[in-house]
């Protein structure tokens, strides 16, 4: 099964120091090797984000910064485990890591399989 993961930082905790950052890169080439983690990354602060939006039809195109951005992701990881418990066992450890923040889990539809959730 696969699940994207999100994470956003406390904003009220410093940044994450050089030797958190290395032991977050070491954790994650560990879960590389071992096929856990599919594919990862950090995330640009929305001041260079672009927003997409439909509404009735039109599309539209709004470039930030934007001024009422309160919850912002400040990473992702695609993970590739057996069940939903392992994905939370993987945002565990890697939380440990990263620090006081907030993510979520969100399984992947996958065409093949029984449908999410269940």
């Avoid at 929305?46 to 599309?59: A, D, I, L, N, S």
């Avoid at 009422?68 to 994905?87: M, N, R």
């Amino acid at each position: 099964m696969r699940f994207l993961m999100t994470y956003q930082q406390d904003p009220n905790i410093a940044p994450p120091t050089p030797e958190k950052l290395a032991a977050i890169g070491a954790y994650t080439k560990k879960n590389i090797e071992a096929g856990v983690v599919v594919m990862t990354g950090g995330l640009v602060r929305p001041t260079h984000g672009t927003q997409v939006k439909t509404e009735r039809g039109k599309f539209s195109v709004t470039d930030g910064p934007f001024a009422e951005t309160k919850e912002l992701i400040d990473g992702f990881a695609l993970i590739e485990v057996p069940s939903k418990e392992a994905a939370i066992a993987v945002a565990r450890e890697f939380m440990q890591l990263a620090g006081d923040g907030t993510g979520e889990i969100l399984q992947m539809f996958d065409p093949g399989g029984p449908p999410p959730g269940r």
